[in-house]
């Protein structure tokens, strides 16, 4: 069984920092896909970041433009969000999230996984 853990999210202001973490454990090798994800009051959840297990290349929403880096760390169990130039458009609960089977096979698509963390909220007022 696999459980996520998110945290370091905050209040800063427009143009400021966060970075996020997501500490994972259990089995953790049998997902195939791993993601960032949002939810701002009112609209649906959105991927931010994700990366298929085995591949080399992360993938980003179009509207991260940069800004955002995600990372992990395996030693540590942990996945990082590096959120920079947050804007208040930004205020959101952020979520990581792991898939056992592909389903669509497009990290975006919050359909896909099955395993989900509780939650860290992020504020960035202007």
């Known amino acids: 069984q696999v459980q996520l853990v998110e945290s370091g999210g905050g209040s800063v202001q427009s143009g400021g920092s966060l970075r996020l973490s997501c500490v994972t454990s259990?089995?953790?090798?049998?997902?195939?896909?791993m993601g960032w994800f949002r939810q701002a009051p009112g609209k649906e959840r959105e991927g931010v970041a994700g990366?298929?297990?085995?591949?080399?290349?992360?993938y980003y929403a179009d509207w991260v433009k940069g800004r955002f880096t995600a990372s992990q760390d395996n030693a540590k169990n942990t996945l990082y969000l590096q959120m920079n130039d947050l804007k208040p458009e930004d205020t959101a609960m952020y979520y990581c999230?792991?898939?056992?089977?592909?389903?669509?096979?497009?990290?975006?698509?919050?359909?896909?996984?099955?395993?989900w963390g509780q939650g860290t909220q992020v504020t960035v007022s202007s």
């Open positions: 999230a792991a898939a056992h089977v592909p389903s669509s096979g497009l990290w975006y698509e919050p359909g896909e996984y099955n395993v």
């Open positions: 259990g089995d953790t090798y049998s997902m195939y896909c």
């Open positions: 990366f298929y297990r085995g591949g080399t290349k992360t």
